[in-house]
């Protein structure tokens, strides 16, 4: 009886079976991964953080900038300030400001100076010189998504400092400064400053065990299914396959055993 399970239709369905089991492990697999790299990213991120900041040039010359405290003195550039759009904060859609700045040594470091709803007009830089206080972070880079009539000078969709040092003069194109002041941002001033750094390490670990979950249904269930259909199988008859043959017990009897109300007995009719 188990031959049937070896006939071409229930073979095919078997390699989809298998298919599909070996695919979930790996999407496990993949979450787990994912998750091991996302605790391995918030370890490097607690360790940039607890450091105090540190000289600019120094914080630039560390092999992973992301998050590093520094602080960088200078003039704001106001006639070349981009909108970094488009960014939410609170479910309130947004855009955050890029700022250049004017160093001392005559290189220019692009601030991110914080978050602006998006009716409120680009705001002008403090005039004179400043130092601000953030964190380093690595540029970006993204598909330039700009509205109708968009100028590229005013507004971009991601920190490509390689394509912003077309528009200033001898920009450090290794990182860019995220201004952070807990003081203003508590108080609301705009530009909101950037908030403490996200250590959440997402849902990758649930996902994985959805993963294993399902997989563990395939193995455990599809057997079982087998198992059931062989055992309707052999319940049926070898002949017709519609199930188990009559019992003789169960004939009617008398005249009802023919059509018509005549039965044969002995060779005699009656």
Known sequence: MARMLLRPGWIVTHLIVIAIVVLFVNLGL???????????????????????????????GAEDVAHRPTTATGTYLADGQVQLSPRSNADRPGYEVLTPLALADGRTLVVNRGWMPLDSPMPLPPAGEVAVEGRLQPPTT????????GDVAELVSSVDLARLSG???????????????????????????????????GNHLSYAVQWVVFAAVGLIGYPLLLRR?????????????????????????????????????SGVSQ
Do not use: K
Not at 30 to 42: F, K
Not at 142 to 149: D, F, I, K, S
Not at 168 to 177: F, G, I, Q, R, S
Not at 240 to 258: F, H, S, T
């Open 142 to 149: 993204a598909r330039q998504v700009l509205p109708p009539g």
């Open 167 to 201: 528009q200033v003069d001898d920009l450090v194109t290794t990182a860019y400064l995220e201004r952070v002041d807990e003081e203003a941002r508590t108080a609301g001033d705009l530009p909101l400053p950037a908030g403490p750094v996200s250590l959440d390490a």
């Open 30 to 60: 993949w979450q787990l991964d994912r998750h091991a790299e996302r605790q391995d990213e918030i370890a490097r991120t607690e360790a940039a953080l607890a450091g105090a900041p540190v000289p600019l040039d120094e914080a630039l």
């Open 229 to 265: 259909r062989l055992q309707d199988a052999a319940g049926t008859a070898p002949g017709d396959g519609a199930g188990p043959p009559p019992d003789p017990a169960d004939a009617p009897d008398g005249d009802d055993a023919r059509p018509g109300g005549r039965v044969e007995r």
